[in-house]
């Protein structure tokens, strides 16, 4: 069985080793290295990037958020688990657009925290503990209003594409790299280059394009995959398909596209 890497980063020894210490009784976990601050931290994880790092959310020289977003950039496949001293509304939302897997506070039962570590190994959804608080859950919905606006706008302003085009956006955004994209429409790997970079070209010289893009990068992090555990003021749940939805029109069409486009 291949271990899952995990780091650590905690200023507190006895938190670190308490959480080292039950990692070590497991057999799918391996800690492959922690500090004190999450300064050093990311100078560890981006040398020898594991695949969850535990970090606190106020360490050094980055808190969480900001050290989520500087690992997120350039080692997307990391997932973090931030950890605070207690919850705070604040923190938490920010935590979500950053792309944080996890938020917990220090006073978690350890057994919890391993149930927490292993679920955002295995890839699931986003845990935040303290979502279900009305003031959270109500600033997350209105995001959620404003981007599905934009994904309207988006639509629209991709539907002015050539059908050759949207054939290579919809590839892109079922996640198919530049190789697979060429055998699925049977083009060549330049071909599909060169289409991208007349895509590309027309989305950027269109003002609403570029204003459009811009806001959907600055508000795609996992923030709206939260959506789907969320609860509004009023205490309806987003369903599933609602989040499915969203997710398939609009998040992870833009985020395929833009990392392909960038």
Same mark, same amino acid.
């Given at each position: 069985m291949e271990k899952s890497k995990v780091f650590l980063s905690d200023p507190q020894v006895l938190f670190r080793e308490g959480i080292h210490f039950i990692l070590s009784g497991e057999d799918d976990f391996e800690v492959i290295g922690e500090t004190t601050n999450n300064e050093d931290a990311y100078t560890h994880i981006t040398a020898n990037p594991p695949n969850i790092a535990v970090l606190s959310m106020h360490n050094g020289k980055y808190d969480g958020p900001e050290i989520t977003c500087r690992i997120k950039r350039s080692l997307p496949s990391v997932a973090i688990i931030l950890i605070m001293e207690k919850a705070n509304n604040d923190l938490l939302f920010s935590a979500i657009k950053s792309g944080a897997s996890a938020c917990l506070t220090k006073n978690s039962d350890p057994e919890y925290l391993l149930d927490i570590i292993r679920v955002v190994s295995q890839g699931s959804q986003p845990i935040l503990e303290? %979502?279900?608080?009305? @003031?959270?859950? +109500?600033?997350? %919905?209105?995001?959620? @209003? &404003?981007? +599905? %606006?934009? +994904?309207?706008? %988006?639509? &629209?302003l991709l539907a002015t594409l050539a059908p050759q085009e949207s054939k290579i956006l919809n590839s892109i955004a079922s996640g198919n790299t530049i190789e697979q994209i060429a055998t699925e429409l049977d083009m060549t790997e330049e071909n599909i280059r060169r289409n991208l970079r007349l895509i590309l070209n027309k989305l950027v010289a269109n003002d609403q394009s570029r204003t459009l893009f811009e806001a959907a990068q600055r508000n795609m992090p996992v923030m709206m995959q939260n959506l789907a555990r969320s609860q509004a003021a009023t205490g309806d749940y987003i369903t599933r398909e609602e989040f499915n939805e969203f997710k398939e029109s609009l998040m992870e069409r833009l985020k395929s596209l833009i990392g392909e486009l960038t």
């Open positions: 303290s %979502l279900l608080i009305p @003031e959270i859950a +109500s600033r997350i %919905l209105i995001e959620f @209003e &404003d981007m +599905s %606006l934009l +994904s309207k706008q %988006l639509d &629209d």
